[in-house]
């Protein structure tokens, strides 16, 4: 059983033959086989079937006995060609979701692509079967813009090379010199079941602005027998815009004034609020100098903005964590810089009833447990509020200074364990078009408070411990001495006994 084409008929389509051989004398035989298509045929409903028969000449039947038209005719109706769908129509009904597609731009710390700097771009794939039936040979193409270039299809997050060796991509172009990926997914597509996997292209071939953002055009699809009704096709589609500039050279380089401090997690809370900052917890700052790079494009930028994620708050919760006092701003350059908070900095009307009150623990008290950590540089950790600062003009050589001036709100610890803390800070826009930043561009400022009240209670049982063990040590000398005699000495002559000796001799 193969194909070929018809050699008296160039046009025609392929032919499939078959000799049958009957040798048992019965009046009617049946022949069953599979048949397989090449892949430029999509559409199997539309294949038709013509059956030609004749009867070869043989020991058994005579050369008159043929098989006539009506026979042949009767013999078509009874062609059955079935389908990997396992509905009476042959056809199953699929609906493909092609998640939002995330991406990251390598190396770290870009979120556009930067001429001359980024190398590739991985794209995270997730498509998912959500019809009443399995989809059959599903396909993912992405179109890719100009000067872009299809590297590999690549496990990601816990997935592993042998999750996804069966999903096989190619690249294809189109009449319109348009360059597509093509992926072929799993035979056939479970219902419920997703393809998730990653797909990486080169960015290296950019070497302007002729196109400043590039439009990536994902599109998911079934194929025969599955089919997907046109009022379930919207969610086949996903578009993702990347843009392209020039790498800025803002620097941004903060840190912590103490990395590691102590604070009391046995403040409870109580009626009244504090009135000076000093009564809120112990002081934080967190330090930072934003710059030109040396090798930087330009020399200088206009209205700068720096977007200030800070840990406010604890959680979901309105109770205050890193309570922000102040910022004080160093700039060569008068009324050039100025930070714009929406009420952040120090808000006037804080309730917090908190009473510095200090309680004695019991030896029975549960041990405090570590606070999960806050980090703003996450945008999504919830308790982070952002605000901006900015500077009128930056040059380079000039260094600017935030010094973000904080207070630890002691009694939203009480009873807390350790405490991590980061504030984020990132540039978001200049002034000059066709620049974008890069991990230079973004600084992360990190405080780890440790409560101090559990460090007095290990220096008091240490005290306690070093008495009783110098207690028993003087025991123990005394015991020794007493043993080897040292408090039974014989006792030194007198005057009055040296008299009595020399009148017994005379």
Known sequence: MYFKPSTSDPKSQ??????????????SCTSMFKSY?????????????KLEADVKDSRSFSSRV??????????????????????????????LVLSPINFEISPKGYDAIAIDRTDYVVFNINVTNKGEDDAFRPELSLTLPRNIIFNRRQAIGDLTEEDVGHIKCITKQDEDLTNKVICSLSQELKVGASE????????????????KKLVFDFNARVQEPSEELETLLGDNNQKVTIQVGYPAGIELLGRPLRER??????????????STAKAIGPDVRHELEVSIAEGAQEDSFDNVVLEVNWPEYLGESEDYLLYLVHVSIEDPTEDNTYCVSNGLINEADVEDNTVRKRRRRSTDEEVPQDLAPVNCADTDTPGCRNFNCYITRLEKGNTIKFKFMARLWESTLFNVGNVNVTSFVNVTSVAQEDFVFGPEGKSAMKSQFYPSSATKRNYLWIIIGSVIAGILL????????WKCGFF????????RAEAHEQEAEG
């Open 14 to 27: 392929n032919l499939m033959g078959r000799t049958i051989v009957s040798t048992d004398g019965t009046q």
């Open 37 to 49: 298509f090449n892949d430029e045929i999509y559409d199997f409903r539309h294949i038709y079937f």
């Open 66 to 95: 043929t098989l006539n038209d009506k026979l042949i005719d009767a013999a078509e109706d009874r062609v059955v060609m079935q389908s990997g769908c396992t509905k009476p129509s042959g056809v199953c009904q699929a609906d």
């Open 196 to 211: 998730v996997f990653g797909l990486s292209v080169i960015t290296t071939n950019i070497e302007d602005l002729s196109q």
């Open 261 to 274: 401090q102590p604070y009391s997690n046995d403040v409870k809370k109580g009626s009244s609020s504090p």
């Open 474 to 481: 003087l025991v123990l000398i005394i015991i020794v001495l």
């Open 488 to 495: 039974k000495r014989k006792a030194p002559p007198t005057v």
